[in-house]
């Protein structure tokens, strides 16, 4: 069964007889919060979980809210603009290593936005996980626009992030401690059933 540490939150403790340190799902609230636009600097923080793990399978931004679209002509048609979608970037970095994962859209609702809540994966094929072990790290969200080679955007659009949360998905070290409450708890198990045996 997969269980989810809230990092930072949960201590040391007991669940159904297993371990919390054995859940593969990691969780780390973000205060990245606010509306992101051309004219807004971009948001960045320093994580740390608090937690060594032994593997990392996935690593994926929580994160929910609305995108307003813009609004972009052709060179070749300046006099009809048209909605023009718009995005969010989470960019995750350790050292030399980088990778990221992105939210578009407002396209099609304009001038409404476009609501989002979705849990989007970083790319693997950037960033060796192993690289995350010490659950250390950057991360940077910005707003982003398309790239155009025939046109220009005229109206640019927004995003208003409403949360989001970095999740890791993978095992951590049990601490020393949990360890230690284990190994009492086995001991303990085994001695009642030795007593129970010699009463029989």
Not at 124 to 148: F, N
Not at 169 to 176: A, F, K
Request: no cysteine; net charge negative; glycine share 12%.
């Amino acid at each position: 069964m997969r269980k989810t540490i809230i990092a930072g939150v949960v201590g040391i403790m007991l669940f159904g007889g297993l371990p919390l340190a054995n859940a593969d799902i990691v969780e780390l609230p973000l205060a990245a919060a606010g509306t992101y636009d051309l004219d807004a600097s971009y948001w960045t923080s320093d994580f740390d979980f608090g937690i060594t793990f032994t593997s990392i399978s996935n690593v994926y931004i929580d994160w929910s809210g609305g995108i307003t679209g813009g609004k972009a002509i052709l060179y070749s048609d300046p006099e009809n603009p048209f909605p023009k979608e718009v995005g969010l970037t989470a960019y995750l970095e350790k050292a030399s290593n980088w990778t990221y994962t992105s939210v578009w859209g407002g396209a099609s609702t304009y001038p409404v936005p476009e609501l989002f809540d979705l849990r989007s994966p970083f790319d693997p094929g950037r960033m060796p996980w192993s690289a995350l072990l010490d659950g250390q790290g950057t991360i940077i969200i910005q707003y982003e626009e398309v790239i155009m080679a025939d046109g220009t955007y005229v109206e640019h659009g927004s995003v208003a992030l409403s949360g989001a949360t970095l999740v890791f998905d993978g095992v951590p070290v049990p601490e020393p401690a949990t360890v230690l409450l284990l190994s009492a708890g086995f001991i303990g198990i085994r001695l009642s059933r030795y007593k129970a045996v010699r009463h029989t």
